[in-house]
């Protein structure tokens, strides 16, 4: 067996992820440093571009109704009508569960933001997302993967964590992450479990020169995300039928539907091990071209489950909501206008959204500039007139307290603009 097949093999089975390069097991460490892995960052990635405007919709304009005349959502108080956030935007009715969180101030959301480059195609911008770097594909690793660097103290194997089918994009690179399954399945005992089988394995590579750091590491996460995970998870599905072009707008990502369960599941892990600090979801199933609905319909399908478990996320993480970050982001936004089918196709600017302990929340950022035909990015969908970065960037210095050298190596073409009033 050649030492890539063993490394993948191995990750495989102890849902690691196995970084390779010559920094690869460098600055590893098994004991916690809750100082360090205080503040803690969750990205929620929704693959397949959410419609931004009928998430955060601007009822207040007429021209947002004019351009949707089927998929429109009301003013507050009206039939399929938004929950008012601040007389001019309103949220999703099927986000329900998180106005709690806009009130309380801990929900903001950024406007007409997203990726710079031109791109409307899933597979790129998805990657210059998890990139940090718009228009250069060839970039190696995720800027996440690049945060477990710069990111001050002793890092474990288990201090980046992601959530889903395969080890996404955005944590590749030479940093070690743990990746666990969708649903109970991510924490149920493997093969190497088996004390027989465990046990030959450890005598099997106990003195091997070559493989042995790459299994014991492995074992070791592991077993520490099965030691957070022991009595305390519940199970979860995946539901609901796509169409071929949603699947590989997806890339992989299941649709929200088993959301609130991983979101119990995650919280619990993350209050039981202290080592993890970031970690990373990704979901299908918003590349809605066709029967979009308004308040009702496809789109609100699949944000019910969202809305829901994000308040999961921040109702189980307890205490440690209050050092925590959460940004869902999308590749990018669909056209104001809707199409012949009821639904919308790709576009540019989008919505981000920020909740957590120490957000200042409770209101919509971000350079507004309107959806009149004049406003529109040629003439069909939202600017960007926030770049993704200064969002990220911002949550990096002020709430993971990075510096000026360490942002550079996050983000090595970090825009110059300044940082937001956000955290």
């Given at each position: ?26 600055a590893t460490a098994a004991t916690p440093n809750t100082d360090a892995t205080g503040r803690k960052l969750i990205v929620v990635m929704l693959r397949g571009a959410v419609d931004g ?371």
């Open positions: 067996m050649q030492r890539r097949d063993f490394l993948n093999a191995l990750a495989a089975g102890a849902g690691l992820m196995i970084p390779l390069g010559r920094h690869a097991w460098a405007l009928n998430v955060v919709a601007p009822v207040a304009d007429a021209n947002y109704a004019r351009l949707r005349p089927t998929i429109a959502l009301g003013r507050p108080g009206e039939d399929n009508g938004v929950l008012n956030l601040d007389g001019y935007f309103g949220l999703h009715p099927a986000l329900a569960p998180l106005l709690p969180l806009w009130e309380q101030k801990k929900l903001a959301f950024v406007h007409a933001s997203g990726s710079p480059d031109i791109t409307r195609s899933h597979f790129d911008a998805q990657d210059y997302m998890e990139s940090a770097t718009p228009g250069v594909k060839s970039t190696a690793d995720g800027w996440m993967n690049r945060l477990v660097a710069a990111l001050p103290g002793t890092t474990t194997p288990t201090r980046a964590l992601s959530i889903g089918p395969t080890m996404p994009r955005i944590l590749s690179g030479h940093a070690a992450a743990v990746n666990l399954a969708n649903g109970a399945a991510g924490t149920k005992a493997n093969v190497l479990d088996r004390p027989a089988v465990g046990k030959a394995f450890d005598q099997l590579y106990a003195d091997n020169a070559r493989f042995g750091a790459a299994y014991q590491q492995g074992q070791d996460a592991h077993r520490e995300v099965m030691d957070a995970a022991a009595g305390k998870m519940a199970g979860g599905g995946m539901a609901g039928g796509m169409s071929a072009e949603m699947q590989a707008a997806n890339g992989g990502a299941p649709l929200p539907n088993g959301f609130p369960d991983d979101a119990a599941r995650l919280a619990a892990l993350m209050r039981n091990d202290p080592n993890i600090q970031l970690a990373f979801v990704a979901l299908g199933g918003w590349d809605t071209h066709a029967s979009q609905g308004s308040a009702r319909g496809q789109l609100a399908n699949r944000l019910q489950p969202l809305g829901q478990g994000l308040a999961v996320l921040a109702q189980r993480l307890g205490p440690l909501f209050e050092q925590t970050t959460i940004v869902v982001m999308s590749e990018f936004g669909r056209t104001a206008r809707e199409n012949g089918n009821g639904g919308t196709d790709h576009g540019h600017g989008n919505a981000m959204w920020v909740l957590g302990g120490g957000v200042k929340g409770g209101k919509v950022l971000g350079d507004w500039r309107g959806v009149g035909d004049a406003e529109l990015n040629e003439g069909r969908d939202l600017p960007v007139t926030t770049d993704f970065r200064t969002v990220l960037a911002t949550i990096a210095e002020r709430h993971l307290r990075l510096g000026d050298k360490q942002l550079v190596q996050v983000f090595p073409s970090l825009p110059r603009a300044g940082r937001l009033d956000l955290v």
